[in-house]
């Protein structure tokens, strides 16, 4: 079966600190591998994604993540947050090709403390 | 930034009425998306739709929905009695070819 998990439903970090916000994916193809953050009121922004070459992908906002096809893991990090962070962030899967569905996870919320 | 636009933000109808959700893709577009996420739950895939056509459809994508490219630049998605089932946040998304990017949504409430 396909699916996405995230297995943080919410997370807690202090302004300034390291984040790293875990994925796993299950997906029958070559996955293409997508991070989307949604803020109150706001749509899903496209962060980062993935489907070869570097397996360690740069995004918006200092966002960065690694591929790990043996863990199939896409996990997404930030050396230091900022405030403005805090969001939910939905880590998804699709197919290399246009009009195919992608899977989200459930998402993981993200709170940031002063 | 071209961006991905949807109307109305919020709308609340009456279980049984039709309701039409409307969308405006990036305009350079040519896949269109409906996704939705029920309150809690994940983002759910509902249809894809290229050249006027439904490309790829879910379960969840059964008789009472339908998608329509009325002119050239919007692209809706139809209801047509609504359950209560229905509330959720819909989200219209567009792409060039293999990366989808998102409207704000609309949230839908059926009372």
């Known amino acids: 079966a396909q699916s996405v998990t995230q297995p943080d439903i919410h997370i807690t970090v202090s302004e300034g600190a390291s984040l790293e916000l875990r994925c796993n994916y299950s997906?029958?193809?070559?996955?293409?591998l997508f991070w989307y953050v949604q803020s109150p009121g706001q749509g899903l922004q496209l962060l980062l994604k993935?489907?070869?070459?570097?397996?360690l992908v740069q995004g918006i906002k200092g966002f960065e993540a690694e591929f790990k096809r043996s863990q199939s893991s896409f996990n997404l990090r930030k050396p230091s947050v900022h405030w403005s962070d805090a969001a939910e962030y939905f880590c998804?899967?699709?197919?290399?090709?246009?009009?195919?569905?992608?899977?989200f996870g459930k998402g993981t919320t993200l709170s940031v403390s002063s | 930034e071209p961006e991905v636009t949807q109307t109305p933000s919020h709308q609340v109808t009456q279980m049984g009425q039709e309701v039409i959700l409307r969308c405006v893709p990036i305009?350079?577009?040519?896949?269109f998306y409906w996704y939705r996420q029920i309150l809690g739950q994940k983002v759910e895939f509902l249809v894809s739709?290229?050249?006027?056509?439904?490309?790829?459809k879910s379960e969840i994508f059964d008789d009472q929905f339908s998608v329509e490219r009325p002119d050239g630049s919007n692209f809706t998605l139809k209801i047509r009695s609504t359950k209560l089932e229905d509330s959720a946040m819909y989200f219209c998304?567009?792409?060039?070819?293999?990366?989808?990017?998102f409207g704000p949504g609309t949230r839908l409430t059926v009372l």
């Open positions: 998304a567009s792409s060039e070819r293999d990366t989808q990017y």
């Open positions: 997906y029958g193809a070559t996955p293409y």
């Open positions: 993935y489907f070869s070459g570097d397996t």
């Open positions: 998804a899967v699709g197919a290399y090709q246009a009009g195919t569905a992608l899977i």
């Open positions: 305009s350079n577009h040519l896949y």
């Open positions: 739709f290229y050249n006027n056509e439904i490309s790829e």
